[in-house]
């Protein structure tokens, strides 16, 4: 028998296939069609055995549908931005786009060994200009519908990337990429508008009826819908007395699911980044221990502190704010616990139900007043017909979190406490008759921060105009390009590179400076498999009956590790 010659028999063999055209899709078919699409790859080099695992599953699946008698269209690209790209060619003194084109024909040749069974004429690579021109006109299109706002706010920025990243993009406390540790850092930066759409994209999950469960509850868990209400605090002066008449500076609003719980907030607390903390304490005795634990906290990510299972730091500000409900003064804290990203930045402490507040309470002798008490509770007979205030300190081994009676609660003592409890409706109710209270509803996701502070990614199109302001650049200008002759390995930017940062304004003709920062690579791949059911359109990123003819996705072969990135995005 002779021997199977794998050097010898599977490169003839797979050149017939191409000549022969096996793996191009047709258009015309009458076959039932069925879109088999495996995430494209990042070309940091050779693939290894992971690509194979993940695009031989891909494979199987479409040769078994085409054997089946599908018009399968199964295509292959590169995702081929970012921060690897760049930082290799610094290294070794090339060009991203040198480096990236090798990587993406070597890989090209090996998935060719591979033998699998893609449509090359649908090549779709991220950083050709045919197709992030495309990515600058979705920017556009958003632009002019609202969905993209430029603002400044504390955002999370890599040291060693030196860049900014979404909170998607920080895995406990560290950079996604290169496991540096993330900072805090006030900048002014490009979003696109994804909380338009929180609720939108909760609703739609139940769509999703081929999506795994952990992947969808994911997608749940990060949107994180709340529905509470906000509480006006009223901010006393420097002598601990409130206005009769509060101004609007006089407010402070905090987002809280439990409003039956407000008899027992014994101490308010500001996340870091509150804007105004440190007019609070300016000019006090408070003011350098306050401002110490700001730039403390700008080492710990926002997730990592939100996740509540480090030690907890704080600071007293010397100022007080009236609880609403009851008229108690009670003492303005700021803790690393809290995130500004999350509600209002301002949270109401109710320590004997939350058991992060617990414990804050605990380091810092701060009162735990019992307001909510199982009827088994030993203290329940002792306070359940108690309206006033009897017991302020309670020896308890952690906070009571779960549903339960009201007690030392004015009037609503006796009312079932817990969310959407009659105690807490007859609360907000009173609330928003005074006109303190409103009932609301708060997501925990963010808007999508895509502002990066590199070269190799689409640039941003949009210029700065003494006179305008900030001008969209026009259509019939995209792409705007990346400049090919910068010289990154002297430290050259797209911001410090004339011939691509000046330029004139579309709107005056005045001299005007071009924006610098780049996108998010996750822009580009949030919609490249649109373009492979119309990758070579010079008049639009892809007709939409060619996109619907395809659409969606029959087989999709990924990371779970996108969930609440790439999937997320695209949706």
Request: with cysteine; aromatic share 12%.
């Amino acid at each position: 028998m002779k021997p199977y010659n794998p050097h010898e028999i599977e490169p003839r063999l797979q050149l017939q296939w191409e000549e022969a055209g096996l793996y191009s899709v047709d258009e015309n078919s009458d076959k039932p069609r069925k879109y088999v699409l495996e995430m494209f790859p990042y070309p940091s080099g050779d693939i290894h055995m992971g690509h194979v695992s993940n695009y031989t599953y891909g494979d199987v699946v479409a040769r078994y549908s085409k054997m089946r008698g599908f018009n399968v269209l199964h295509p292959m690209g590169w995702d081929a931005f970012g921060l690897p790209a760049e930082n290799a060619a610094i290294k070794h003194h090339s060009h991203p786009a040198l480096w990236t084109y090798q990587n993406i024909d070597t890989q090209r040749a090996s998935f060719k060994r591979m033998g699998f069974s893609y449509d090359w004429d649908r090549t779709v690579v991220a950083c050709d200009p045919e197709y992030y021109r495309w990515g600058q006109w979705i920017f556009l299109k958003f632009w002019e519908r609202g969905l993209v706002e430029r603002r400044n706010s504390p955002v999370n920025w890599c040291p060693s990337c030196a860049t900014v990243l979404a909170n998607e993009q920080v895995t406990e406390g560290r950079c996604w990429r290169c496991n540096s540790e993330v900072e805090k850092r006030d900048l002014t930066q490009w979003y696109f508008k994804i909380t338009d759409y929180a609720q939108e994209l909760l609703d739609d999950l139940d769509q999703l009826t081929g999506w795994p469960e952990r992947v969808k509850q994911q997608q749940a868990n990060w949107i994180g819908r709340s529905e509470g209400a906000n509480v006006d605090f009223i901010l006393c002066d420097m002598a601990g007395n409130a206005p009769a008449e509060p101004a609007e500076d006089d407010i402070i609003t905090v987002f809280t699911t439990r409003a039956d719980t407000l008899f027992g907030c014994s101490f308010f607390v500001l996340a870091p980044e509150y804007k105004g903390l440190q007019a609070l304490v300016a000019g006090t005795e408070y003011e350098q221990p306050v401002m110490d634990l700001v730039e403390a906290a700008k080492k710990v990510s926002a997730v990592e502190r939100a996740q509540g299972d480090h030690e907890k730091h704080g600071a007293f500000t010397g100022r007080y704010v009236v609880n609403p409900i009851n008229g108690e003064k009670v003492p303005i804290w700021v803790a690393d616990y809290v995130v500004a990203d999350y509600g209002t930045g301002a949270v109401m402490a109710v320590p004997c139900g939350d058991q992060r507040d617990f414990e804050f309470a605990r380091k810092y002798n701060l009162p735990i007043i019992p307001i909510i008490l199982g009827e088994d509770d030993p203290l329940f007979p002792q306070l359940s017909g108690q309206q006033g205030r009897v017991v302020t300190e309670v020896d308890w081994p952690q906070a009571y979190a779960a549903e339960g009676i009201l007690v030392q609660s004015g009037p609503y003592t006796g009312l079932v406490g817990g969310k959407h409890s009659e105690g807490e409706a007859a609360i907000v109710a009173a609330l928003e008759e005074m006109g303190r209270g409103k009932r609301t509803v708060e997501f925990r996701l963010r808007d999508w921060l895509i502002s990066r502070q590199r070269y190799w990614g689409n640039p941003i199109p949009a210029i700065h105009c003494p006179q305008c302001g900030v001008v969209p650049v026009p259509e019939e200008d995209l792409p705007v390009r990346l400049p090919e002759d910068i010289d990154l390995a002297a430290g050259e930017t797209l911001a410090t590179h004339a011939g691509f940062a000046d330029c004139t304004c579309p709107k005056c003709g005045g001299k005007a400076r071009r924006e610098t920062d780049t996108m998010d690579t996750f822009t580009c791949s949030s919609w490249y498999y649109m373009r492979y059911t119309d990758p070579h359109n010079v008049h639009a990123p892809f007709d939409p009956a060619k996109t619907n003819a395809w659409m969606p996705v029959d087989q999709y072969i990924g990371g779970i590790e996108h969930a609440i990135l790439h999937l997320l995005y695209s949706r």
